[in-house]
């Protein structure tokens, strides 16, 4: 009596586990979400120092499929909703959105993308600060709107990362642009 009850356990255990296995399975199917590339229509020599000095490229390197899924799903999270205009941005609140952790998001961002996750952020923060400044008409736009409206909390941040990812200061970056439209 006791062997079939134990039969009956085992058969029932192997059954949620098959059970379990599908779902999960099926789970990652659903949450697998493939890159999608944008072409956007913009003037060359808007992005021309800082594509030159940091195009953000996925990194072709041997890694496993998950760490791929994780470093696309954080692109087109990044690229569709924008979170990195939120100056209180951590990297618990993307991994919680991207249903993974911190530590696996950490690794996928860095060997994807070559960067930790402030400098990531950072860099899709200069880029939208390059484009914003670039498609002000009014040419108004100070360089303290400019580092809040992209997430910045300080402008020594700001003036730190924009550097890095242009190779010029804000201001010097914008006189630079600004004597491209001049003569353009």
């Given amino acids: 009596m006791y062997i079939v009850n134990y039969i009956v356990m085992?058969?029932?255990?192997?059954l949620?586990?098959?059970?379990?296995a599908f779902l999960l399975h099926s789970l990652l199917k659903i949450?697998?979400?493939k890159s999608s590339e944008k072409e956007t229509e913009v003037k060359p020599y808007i992005y021309q120092d800082i594509v030159s000095s940091a195009q953000l490229e996925l990194r072709e390197e041997s890694v496993s499929e998950e760490m791929n899924a994780i470093a696309k799903r954080f692109l087109d999270y990044f690229e569709s909703e924008k979170p990195y205009l939120n100056p209180d941005l951590r990297i618990v609140?993307?991994?919680?959105?991207l249903f993974t952790n911190k530590?696996?998001?950490?690794?996928?961002?860095n060997i994807k993308f070559g960067?930790?996750?402030?400098?990531?952020?950072?860099?899709?923060r200069v880029r939208d600060a390059v484009e914003i400044y670039a498609n002000d008409k009014s040419?108004?736009?100070?360089?303290?709107?400019?580092?809040?409206?992209?997430?910045f909390r300080s402008m020594s941040t700001f003036n730190t990362?924009?550097?890095?990812?242009?190779?010029k200061t804000p201001g010097e970056w914008c006189k630079h642009y600004k004597n491209i439209e001049a003569n353009a």
């Fill in 16 to 20: 949620l586990l098959v059970m379990a």
């Fill in 115 to 124: 960067k930790n996750f402030s400098q990531l952020v950072h860099w899709f």
């Fill in 10 to 14: 085992g058969a029932v255990a192997l």
């Fill in 161 to 167: 990362a924009f550097s890095r990812y242009t190779g």
């Fill in 139 to 151: 040419k108004t736009l100070s360089m303290q709107e400019l580092h809040q409206m992209v997430g």
């Fill in 93 to 97: 609140d993307v991994a919680e959105h």
């Fill in 31 to 33: 949450l697998k979400v």
């Fill in 103 to 109: 530590t696996y998001l950490s690794r996928a961002i």
